[in-house]
């Protein structure tokens, strides 16, 4: 069964270095989504990114952020200058997605997520 | 803005025992979905329910959504050691983001 991959499953930085996680989305899925759980907290989206562009971003998304598919099968959340607050499980998601009565209806396939603490 | 509500934070369950966990909107949603994630696991897609009132079942597993499509509910009976985790429910308004609720975290006790 094709699934979302992610790389690095860890990564320890330190405050105010940049980093980059990638996600390797399902081959024929069009939507590309970024979300983060604080330990122990809800999951919270981050960002959504369909046909080369971003479609939607949260609060979260500040100008720290940015996302890219820089090969037609990457999709990276880069964080410029990472804070203490940072430190989170990072997802990756995709779906095909469809247009269903009254709007987007679609499956979502998480990877399994990095690891990230900002020290 | 809006938030998808879910109740309740925790449930501790005997084996063998049912239970429900809740989730509301205060506005109608397109559709609502639900997730199951293990402990130190990532988030899996359960079910998505579309229509006013529909029903589905997995298993043990019955979901529901509320006529006016602003609340849904999952039913787990003869809760098993395997159904440990958080069930997550996500609503989507239209076109926008999914919403994730809280979630809520199930301890089975054998």
């Known amino acids: 069964e094709p699934e979302v991959t992610q790389t690095p499953s860890h990564q320890v930085t330190q405050m105010g270095q940049e980093v980059i996680l990638r996600c390797v989305p399902i081959?024929?899925?069009?939507?590309f989504y970024w979300y983060r759980q604080i330990l122990g907290q809800k999951v919270e989206f981050l960002v959504s990114f369909y046909n080369n562009e971003i479609s939607e971003k949260s609060e979260i998304f500040d100008d720290q952020f940015s996302v890219e598919r820089p090969d037609g099968s990457n999709f990276t959340l880069k964080i410029r200058s990472t804070k203490l607050e940072d430190s989170a499980m990072y997802f990756c998601?995709?779906?095909?997605?469809?247009?269903?009565?009254?709007?987007?209806?679609?499956?979502?396939?998480f990877g399994p997520g990095t690891r990230l603490l900002v020290l | 803005g809006q938030q998808v509500m879910q109740i309740p934070q925790y449930q501790h369950v005997q084996e063998g025992e049912d239970f429900t966990t809740y989730c509301n909107s205060s506005t109608t949603l397109s559709n609502i979905q639900w997730y199951k994630q293990r402990p130190g696991g990532h988030p899996v897609f359960l079910i998505q329910l579309v229509k006013s009132g529909e029903v589905k079942k997995q298993k043990r597993l019955t979901f529901q959504f509320g006529e006016a499509k602003k609340n849904s509910s999952l039913h787990i009976t003869a809760t098993q050691t395997t159904d440990v985790g958080t069930y997550f429910c996500?609503?989507?308004?239209?076109?926008?983001?999914?919403?994730f609720g809280a979630g809520t975290q199930v301890v089975v006790t054998p």
């Open positions: 998601a995709s779906s095909e997605a469809a247009v269903g009565a009254g709007g987007l209806v679609e499956t979502q396939y």
């Open positions: 081959s024929n899925h069009l939507y």
């Open positions: 996500a609503g989507r308004w239209s076109w926008g983001k999914l919403q």
